[in-house]
């Protein structure tokens, strides 16, 4: 649950114009599809019925500091981007900008320590490396498969990256995300011993790519793609980066920092 002070909320109301329900100029197409850049789920099929005031109402209650403040930057950028700020004081509207980047963790406060790598976290690397070595010890591939998503929840969230469960739109199935450096990465989690092909890597990229410009995926593998996969795969533009079960292992083994080697493979891309 996000912290905000009475004012704070305040703020946020009088900033949005939520006062008769709404929020800005949006419709309800465009309301959700602008919330799904936040946090990659349909914020109208988890509050249905309310009113884009009451369902941003009910998310600031609801979600972490990261995804409130992610939410303010873009709502104040989308403002600035289509002038809807010319009737609104430029001295709340910076105020709130302020506010959304320290719950974002961009600048440091007095009350919380910013951590801007998995450095400022304590981290159980042997617990983390026996738990991935226990799930191949489920009986069936499916609860495998979910025992692995569980995992990969567990494993970000232990490095502070903000992590999400799966979950399922009328459309598609997402095994989770998390933040990095402020941005929303959807995850594909494959635990199986047949090999990956490259059809399964671009049902992912196209998941990705239908999701904000910023977004990007991880596709985290049992099985190691082909090369003729990958040479396919990396001929065609993609958001999308590979990590397979054995790096994984390797980075608990090693006491690696995840953080740095996603930003290495997203910098490769």
């Not at 985290?220 to 533009?237: E, G, H, V």
Request: aromatic content about 12%.
């Amino acid at each position: 649950m996000a912290i905000l002070s009475f004012q704070e909320k305040q703020l946020i109301e009088r900033v949005f114009g939520m006062g008769g329900g709404y929020v800005l100029n949006f419709t309800n197409r465009e309301f959700e599809e602008f919330m799904k850049d936040v946090v990659s789920y349909s914020i109208y099929q988890k509050y249905p019925g309310l009113s884009k005031a009451k369902m941003l109402r009910r998310f600031i209650e609801e979600e972490s500091d990261t995804y409130v403040g992610k939410m303010i930057i873009l709502l104040v950028n989308y403002m600035r981007e289509n002038l809807l700020d010319k009737n609104i004081s430029q001295e709340d509207i910076n105020k709130l900008y302020e506010l959304g980047k320290i719950k974002l963790g961009k600048v440091p406060t007095n009350h919380k320590a910013q951590k801007s790598d998995d450095k400022a976290y304590i981290i159980d690397f042997e617990y983390l490396k026996k738990a991935l070595l226990d799930i191949d010890k489920k009986q069936t591939q499916q609860q495998k498969g979910y025992a692995f998503e569980s995992y990969l929840k567990e494993l970000f969230d232990a490095f502070g990256m903000d992590a999400k469960p799966s979950y399922r739109t009328t459309n598609d199935q997402i095994d989770g995300s998390f933040l990095l450096n402020g941005n929303t990465v959807l995850i594909e989690a494959k635990y199986r011993t047949k090999e990956i092909t490259k059809d399964d890597l671009l049902l992912f990229s196209n998941k990705v790519k239908a999701k904000s410009p910023f977004t990007k995926g991880v596709f985290i593998t049992l099985s190691k793609p082909s090369d003729k996969t990958l040479d396919y795969f990396y001929d065609k533009s993609s958001r999308i980066i590979l990590f397979t079960v054995e790096e994984l292992y390797l980075l608990c083994e090693n006491k690696g920092s995840l953080i740095s080697i996603l930003n290495k493979k997203f910098r490769y891309l």
